[in-house]
């Protein structure tokens, strides 16, 4: 999930099993097929395709997986005709919900998604219902162990490349960008810092804390809805308390 809160901190300290890398892959290996497809198979002049490359990298996918990939999204097999639906809804104590999903039969992932919701304490809402609090926005991940400035010379070396924002968590940092600057802010800090990710995410202009019960509950919906097998990222509008 990229609601970039705390569960995002959480997330990161979860044990990745082989079946957790497995599903991994496959959502990787979807994307660059439908990158590939748009904007052809040279990562070097389609963006969205170099940044479903790095994403590879970054899980240690081989590179015989990615470069299958990319000829399997340069073929024309139409059972792998992927497109891109964002299904929007509401979670326990009203929170926000964006999943992206990459589906090849949308009535199956239309279903799939209003049962996952409705039997996790939320609903599937119409188009635009809850869109308008979020701001696509491009963010780049750095591991703190990983960087060697401090926080405010990183501070500077981001507001140089042109981002608008660093944002500090626990044991790693978001900078945030417009999406349209996403990429030649990484160009930018290339070589500068190690970048652990670079993606374009849809982050909330507000968020709200949950605890108890309901923050239970959300947890659950979000990983009943990574676990599907169509979905590339959800993204949320609440914030874990510290406990």
Known sequence: MAGHSKWSTIKRKKEKTDAQKAKAFTKITREIIVATRAGGGDPDANFQLRLAVQKAKAINMPNENINRAIKRGLGSSEAEDYEEIIYEGYGPAGVAFL??????NRNRTA????????????????????????????????????VDLDEEKLFELVLEAGAEDLRAEEDYYEIITGPTELEA???????????????????????????GADAENL?????????????????????????
């Open 111 to 146: 279903s799939e998604m209003r049962y996952i919701f409705s039997r996790n304490n939320g609903s599937l809402g119409e188009t635009g219902c809850v869109a308008w609090l979020f701001d696509q926005k491009g963010v780049i991940t750095l591991l703190k162990e990983k």
């Open 185 to 211: 802010v990484r160009n930018h800090l290339e070589g500068k810092v190690i970048i652990e990710e670079a993606e374009l995410a849809f982050l909330p202009k507000n968020t709200v804390t949950v605890s």
């Open 99 to 104: 999943v992206q999903t990459l589906s090849d």
């Open 219 to 243: 947890v659950k919906l979000v990983e009943a809805l990574e676990d599907h097998d169509d979905v590339q990222n959800v993204y949320t509008n609440f914030e874990l308390d510290e406990e």
